[in-house]
């Protein structure tokens, strides 16, 4: 049986809120989620997600990151990525993305996938406004704070996804 939905979490624990895609999906395993849905924490290894994505088993991925966007921290996105265009923050030479396995955020995971010949499904990002990046262990307050919304917000693409075939993102923006 074919997974239709992949929630990947994104980032390095060792640099305060990049850790955030981590601890959503730290907190989603412990839910009930169905069996159509797989959690996994990808961590620093976006290379090893773009090889997951190239099998085209997932109609729909859902990446969960830290994402710097302007706003307070803490603030939670929800991005429709629509994966011919570009995901914001993306790295791109005229070769391709800048490739680096400890850092490849979700636009350079999605290039590679392409460079590799493969086709993602629908791709949407929660991400979250972070409040520092510097070296260190731990999610700031308001980052911390928004984990549970940023996870309940997962909890409903995954559901608007399997129910309908597609999300309205809209209903789940800010």
């Given at each position: 049986?074919t997974?239709r939905?992949?929630?990947?979490?994104?980032g390095?624990?060792?640099?305060?809120?990049?850790?955030?895609?981590?601890?959503?999906?730290?907190?989603?395993?412990?839910?009930?989620?169905?069996?159509?849905?797989?959690?996994?924490?990808?961590?620093?290894?976006?290379v090893?997600?773009?090889?997951?994505?190239l099998?085209?088993?997932?109609?729909?991925?859902?990446?969960?990151?830290?994402?710097?966007?302007?706003?307070?921290p803490?603030?939670?996105?929800v991005?429709?990525?629509d994966?011919?265009?570009?995901?914001?923050?993306?790295?791109?030479?005229?070769?391709?993305?800048?490739l680096?396995?400890?850092?490849?955020h979700?636009?350079?995971?999605?290039?590679?996938?392409?460079?590799?010949?493969g086709?993602?499904?629908?791709?949407?990002?929660v991400?979250?406004?972070?409040?520092?990046?510097?070296?260190?262990?731990?999610l700031?307050?308001?980052?911390?704070?928004?984990?549970?919304?940023?996870?309940?917000?997962?909890?409903?693409?995954?559901?608007d996804?399997?129910?309908r075939?597609?999300?309205?993102?809209?209903?789940?923006?800010?």
């Amino acid at each position: 049986m074919t997974s239709r939905v992949l929630i990947a979490g994104i980032g390095n624990v060792f640099h305060g809120d990049d850790g955030f895609g981590v601890e959503v999906v730290s907190r989603l395993s412990t839910r009930d989620l169905p069996p159509e849905a797989v959690v996994a924490d990808y961590g620093i290894r976006g290379v090893h997600l773009a090889y997951e994505l190239l099998d085209g088993a997932y109609e729909t991925t859902i990446f969960v990151d830290a994402m710097k966007r302007g706003e307070a921290p803490g603030t939670v996105y929800v991005l429709d990525a629509d994966p011919a265009a570009s995901v914001p923050g993306a790295a791109h030479s005229d070769e391709g993305p800048v490739l680096d396995a400890h850092g490849m955020h979700p636009a350079a995971v999605l290039a590679l996938l392409r460079r590799l010949g493969g086709t993602p499904g629908r791709i949407y990002v929660v991400g979250c406004e972070p409040l520092t990046l510097e070296e260190g262990m731990g999610l700031s307050e308001p980052v911390a704070a928004a984990v549970d919304e940023a996870a309940r917000r997962v909890r409903e693409l995954v559901s608007d996804a399997l129910e309908r075939g597609g999300v309205d993102v809209s209903r789940h923006s800010r």
